[in-house]
Structures are given as C-alpha cells and as structure tokens.
T-cell receptor, first 115, second 111 residues
Framework: GAGVSQSPSNKVTEKGKDVELRCDPI?????LYWYRQSLGQGLEFLIY????????KSGLPSDRFSAERTGESVSTLTIQRTQQEDSAVYLC?????????????FGPGTRLLVL | GDSVTQMEGPVTLSEEAFLTINCTYT??????LFWYVQYPGEGLQLLLK?????DKGSNKGFEATYRKETTSFHLEKGSVQVSDSAVYFC??????????FGPGTRLSVLP
C-alpha cells in the first residue's frame, strides 16, 4: 500500500481482556517498530523487527505484551489481561534499514482505551 | 545510552512570529537527526532530517542544522502559520541502533 496502515483505529476494552493490534507496513520495508504514546507524552519504544532476525523486545513493559511478525509483512501486537494504564495510542512504523538515510514512516495509530 | 532533550512546551506564538524549538542530543559516534511533526488527530510525519555534521535539513519553511560541536539540532521557522500548530518531535538514530525520540514540544499558533 501507499503507507503504513493500522487497525483498528480505535479500541475500547474492559480491564482484563486481551487485545490484538495490527500493523501493515509499507511493502519492501524490512524494519518494523512498535511504539506507545500515552496522553501528552512522547514515544515509548516497545519492540523492533528487522527481517528474519530475532526481534528487539527491550522496550516491552511487561510479559503481558508480545508481538509477532511473519517475514517482512504484517505484525500484530498483543496485550493480555489489559490494565487501565495500558490506555494509549499504539504507533507502528516501518522503514528500509539502509544506514544513515533510514527514515521511519508511521501509521495513524490505534487508540486503545481500557475501562 | 543515546538520548534526546527538547525544550519544554507548550509554545504559544502569534501568526508570523519566529519559531525556535531547541533540541540537544547525547550519542556516540555520528547519529542521523530528525524532526517529526504530529498534527492534531494524525500520525507522525517526517518533517526534515540531516545525516552528517553541518548538514541543513529543510521542508515547508522549517530548517534545522546539525551542529556536532554543540550536539544540537534546533528547529526554526521564520514566520509560523496557524496550520503549523502541532507537536514536534526531535529524534536521532545512531549507526546500527534504534531510533530515540524526544518528549515532543507542542506548538500553538494563534491568529
């Protein structure tokens, strides 16, 4: 597609439920990133995928968070047993991993509200 | 580790005023530097970038110069418009590393 797409655009869930967020990167982009943006805050790095390498999970805040990506295609971010503090906008970005010129392209985000 | 510091917001200016948003960084080596903008209700968009010392990135009237001696990448615009109201994020990427974003600076331009 023309850009990074994410779904759903909005998600309201009850505390304790599991949610799954989806990201479709730009075709040909080998790198995919997930970030979390809480209200009025900056971007918090969550996880990074590069091709078929093991993902960098160093930003995941707890073991309730996990993400998968098959090859260089779609990625899903799963949050189990959601808590109210998980409420945020979850942003996905993709890029060509091409050294200093690398530029991330962001999706519109999924706004998650945990009641 | 690498880090980015931005001036605290919010910044409120009148239309046609001069804008400066300060950004300084800490990184090993020679990172690439970026400014991203997030308009209300939208995702982040790349505004401009610079990949080596003394490079100047520019776009839509905005400019930023990569200053290695002061480890800075300040964003400037000579005459802001109401449509420039957004949150601006400074970011860096060290070689072989992930991106590091600053906390963002909210700009409000009043007519």
């Amino acid at each position: 597609g023309a850009g990074v797409s994410q779904s759903p655009s909005n998600k309201v869930t009850e505390k304790g439920k599991d949610v799954e967020l989806r990201c479709d990167p730009i075709s040909g982009h080998t790198a995919l990133y997930w970030y979390r943006q809480s209200l009025g805050q900056g971007l918090e790095f969550l996880i990074y995928f590069q091709g078929n390498s093991a993902p960098d999970k160093s930003g995941l805040p707890s073991d309730r968070f996990s993400a998968e990506r098959t090859g260089e295609s779609v990625s899903t971010l799963t949050i189990q047993r959601t808590q109210q503090e998980d409420s945020a906008v979850y942003l996905c970005a993709s890029s060509r991993r091409d050294g200093p010129q690398e530029t991330q392209y962001f999706g519109p985000g999924t706004r998650l509200l945990v009641l | 580790g690498d880090s980015v510091t931005q001036m605290e917001g919010p910044v409120t200016l009148s239309e046609e005023a001069f804008l400066t948003i300060n950004c300084t960084y800490t990184a090993t080596g020679y990172p690439s530097l970026f400014w991203y903008v997030q308009y209300p209700g939208e995702g982040l968009q790349l505004l401009l970038k610079a990949t080596k010392a003394d490079d100047k990135g520019s776009n839509k009237g905005f400019e930023a110069t990569y200053r290695k001696e002061t480890t800075s990448f300040h964003l400037e615009k000579g005459s802001v418009q109401v449509s420039d109201s957004a949150v601006y994020f400074c970011a860096l990427r060290g070689y072989g590393q992930n991106f590091v974003f600053g906390p963002g600076t909210r700009l409000s331009v009043l007519p």
